[in-house]
């Protein structure tokens, strides 16, 4: 077809001489060729539709969000699209709250008998989707400055009073849970959705703005970054072809041991635990990366701080070493707290009224003060004098659980974050870069008030030699790490990076207890529901 269109324009264009057969650039002419008329019915444009111009539809946050709560609205014409909240009918008048998910607030819309489509008012429940048109108005009422005068009322989707499990008296989050596909309609939920939104965007504005690429790390990986050995398997040697399942002899085997030559990926693979020895790779050739994505962990946790799938954001800094992890650590961090603060003030008044008292002040605390540094060795020596009685025993050599976190921070530090560094190297993972001490490593978890560690990180260790016999003291298989060696065989440079759970930081930012409330679609032990 391109062809043909290009021989047109060039019998156009062409020279009269050409035209002539004996100057013909075909051995036919092609006036008189039987191809003429199919090449220029080829060439010719089919006609169809343009594409109608994205606009983008006003939301209620537009219209109640500003400083006026809306006032600058009155007497301008509207139109809303959500899902009603209340309805209340009186004698002359009904009063119906409309919610668009753009902010906390609704739109409390006034219909009148005069109403068009005010027959459907029977169909108005809560849960029903509407379209309402009207003109804004100031608020007789004392809850908003302005209301909609309706026009015009169209049900889109009806909901059964009867059934519809999320009415206006309150339920539990436990229950919530149970219908998560319909609790975003809730106003703690969707200010939880909201504010988790705020939080990613200013995520990837930080390290854009600091020259950050990001880059995608793969989620199915036959490397353990932690060498928990607490990974999902990814398989395909299990077959649901069978009726009631796959059965247990129809498993390949050799040596009485699951045959993994034969399977997908011909060798273990698994869903990834982290991103960082995958970004650590593009670190070393494009300086300073991050990655931000999902990660599995299977562990038989049934607690209110863990979760089966997570995001985790994993920044790697190459030419950098710990001091440089916590710079950047401790300035991101106070850069999405600002960034709420500032860009979701309904919500977090919200968390401040409803969720937990005094949030507003925790988090200014943290973009406002600077953070503390101490050793593990110190820290130790800090919660042994004390004097508290711990639930779980404070001792050098064994890991800090979150009552030691959380009084370093909340107690000996009056609210303010603190960095723990340098901890034993037994406690920690094999890639972290040993001290000269032979006894510790240059890691550091940040700890903050009411969650305690909220990022882990380290100095990664760039000297093939100690990361080859960090290897082998994790009994963990060199060959499956070659490709990470190679990096410290082929420029080598010290490197930095740190994880932080982007749950954990949801539950930092809303004072929501259980993280399971921090994510859309919690996977835990024994669910998998949505």
């Not at 990180?457 to 990664?460: A, E, F, L, M, P």
């Given at each position: 077809?391109?062809?043909?269109?290009?021989?047109?324009?060039?019998?156009?264009?062409?020279?009269?001489?050409?035209r002539?057969?004996?100057?013909?650039?075909?051995?036919?002419?092609?006036?008189?060729?039987?191809?003429?008329?199919?090449?220029?019915?080829?060439?010719?444009?089919?006609?169809?539709?343009?594409?109608g111009?994205?606009?983008?539809?006003?939301?209620?946050?537009?219209?109640?969000?500003?400083?006026?709560?809306?006032?600058a609205?009155?007497?301008?014409?509207?139109?809303?699209?959500?899902?009603?909240?209340?309805?209340?009918?009186?004698?002359?008048?009904?009063?119906?709250?409309?919610?668009?998910?753009?902010?906390?607030?609704?739109?409390?819309?006034v219909?009148?008998?005069?109403?068009?489509?005010?027959g459907?008012?029977?169909?108005i429940?809560?849960?029903?989707?509407?379209?309402?048109?009207?003109?804004?108005?100031?608020?007789?009422?004392?809850?908003?400055?302005?209301?909609?005068?309706?026009?015009?009322?169209?049900?889109?989707?009806?909901s059964?009073?009867?059934?519809?499990?999320?009415?206006?008296?309150?339920?539990?989050?436990?229950?919530?849970?149970?219908?998560?596909?319909?609790r975003?309609?809730?106003?703690?939920?969707?200010?939880?959705?909201?504010?988790?939104?705020?939080?990613?965007?200013?995520?990837?504005?930080?390290?854009?703005?600091?020259?950050?690429?990001?880059?995608?790390?793969?989620?199915?990986?036959?490397?353990?970054?932690?060498?928990?050995?607490?990974?999902?398997?990814?398989?395909?040697?299990?077959?649901?072809?069978?009726?009631?399942?796959?059965?247990?002899?129809?498993?390949?085997?050799?040596?009485?041991?699951?045959?993994?030559?034969?399977?997908?990926?011909c060798?273990?693979?698994?869903l990834t635990?982290?991103?960082?020895?995958?970004?650590?790779?593009?670190?070393?050739?494009?300086?300073?990366?991050?990655?931000?994505?999902?990660?599995?962990?299977?562990e038989?946790?049934?607690?209110?701080?863990?979760?089966?799938?997570f995001?985790?954001?994993?920044?790697?800094?190459?030419?950098?070493?710990?001091?440089?992890?916590?710079?950047?650590?401790?300035?991101?961090?106070?850069?999405?707290?600002?960034?709420?603060?500032?860009?979701?003030?309904?919500?977090?008044?919200?968390?401040?009224?409803?969720?937990?008292?005094?949030i507003?002040?925790?988090?200014?605390?943290?973009?406002?003060?600077?953070?503390?540094?101490?050793s593990?060795?110190?820290?130790?020596?800090?919660?042994?004098?004390?004097?508290?009685?711990?639930?779980?025993?404070?001792?050098?050599?064994l890991?800090?659980?979150?009552?030691?976190?959380?009084?370093?921070?909340e107690?000996?530090?009056g609210?303010?974050?603190?960095?723990?560094?340098?901890?034993?190297?037994?406690?920690?993972?094999?890639?972290?870069?040993?001290?000269?001490?032979?006894k510790?490593?240059?890691?550091?978890?940040?700890?903050?008030?009411?969650?305690g560690?909220?990022?882990g990180?380290?100095?990664?260790e760039?000297?093939?030699?100690?990361?080859?016999?960090?290897l082998?003291?994790?009994?963990?298989?060199?060959?499956?790490?070659w490709?990470?060696?190679?990096l410290?065989?082929?420029?080598?440079?010290?490197?930095a990076?740190?994880?932080?759970?982007?749950?954990?930081?949801?539950?930092?930012?809303?004072?929501?207890?259980?993280?399971?409330?921090?994510?859309?679609?919690?996977?835990?032990?024994?669910?998998?529901?949505?």
């Open positions: 077809m391109a062809a043909a269109a290009a021989a047109c324009r060039l019998l156009r264009l062409a020279p009269r001489r050409l002539n057969p004996r100057h013909s650039l075909f051995r036919t002419p092609l006036a008189l060729s039987s191809g003429w008329r199919r090449y220029c019915a080829a060439a010719a444009t089919p006609t169809g539709d343009a594409v111009e994205f606009r983008r539809r006003i939301r209620v946050a537009e219209v109640k969000g500003g400083e006026d709560q809306g006032a609205w009155v007497g301008k014409e509207l139109t809303v699209r959500g899902w009603v909240r209340t309805c209340r009918a009186q004698r002359t008048v009904t009063f119906v709250e409309v919610n668009d998910g753009s902010c906390l607030s609704n739109m409390q819309c219909l009148t008998p005069e109403t068009e489509g005010y459907q008012i029977d169909s429940n809560t849960g029903a989707s509407v379209l309402v048109e009207g003109v804004v108005a100031s608020s007789q009422g004392v809850k908003q400055k302005v209301e909609l005068k309706v026009s015009k009322i169209i049900v889109i989707g009806e059964d009073p009867t059934s519809f499990p999320i009415q206006k008296k309150r339920a539990s989050r436990e229950f919530l849970r149970t219908v998560a596909h319909l975003p309609r809730t106003n703690t939920f969707g200010a939880v959705a909201r504010v988790r939104n705020a939080l990613a965007y200013a995520t990837h504005k930080f390290f854009q703005d600091s020259g950050f690429i990001w880059v995608s790390s793969p989620i199915i990986t036959a490397s353990d970054c932690e060498g928990a050995g607490e990974q999902f398997y990814v398989t395909t040697l299990l077959s649901n072809s069978a009726e009631g399942g796959c059965l247990v002899n129809s498993i390949p085997s050799k040596d009485g041991r699951v045959d993994w030559s034969q399977d997908f990926f060798k273990p693979a698994f635990v982290s991103g960082q020895l995958n970004g650590e790779t593009y670190a070393s050739a494009l300086s300073d990366i991050y990655t931000f994505g999902p990660t599995f962990r299977a038989n946790s049934n607690t209110s701080r863990h979760l089966a799938e995001w985790m954001i994993e920044p790697e800094l190459a030419f950098a070493d710990l001091n440089d992890d916590m710079a950047c650590a401790s300035a991101y961090l106070q850069y999405v707290v600002k960034y709420i603060l500032e860009n979701c003030k309904e919500d977090m008044d919200f968390f401040d009224t409803w969720v937990e008292k005094g507003i002040d925790r988090l200014n605390n943290v973009a406002e003060k600077n953070f503390v540094q101490m593990y060795s110190d820290a130790i020596k800090l919660l042994i004098g004390s004097n508290k009685k711990f639930e779980f025993p404070v001792k050098w050599g890991d800090l659980q979150s009552e030691h976190e959380r009084y370093i921070t107690v000996a530090f609210g303010s974050p603190v960095i723990i560094r340098d901890y034993p190297k037994e406690i920690k993972a094999f890639y972290m870069r040993q001290n000269d001490d032979g510790t490593v240059a890691a550091m978890d940040l700890l903050v008030p009411r969650v560690e909220l990022i990180g380290s100095q990664r760039e000297r093939l030699d100690y990361l080859e016999a960090r082998d003291e994790s009994n963990l298989n060199k060959d499956s790490y490709w990470y060696l190679d410290r065989r082929y420029g080598s440079v010290p490197h990076g740190f994880g932080l759970g982007f749950e954990r930081l949801v539950q930092f930012a809303t004072g929501i207890d259980n993280i399971r409330d921090a994510i859309p679609f919690p996977r835990v032990p024994g669910s998998a529901e949505f």
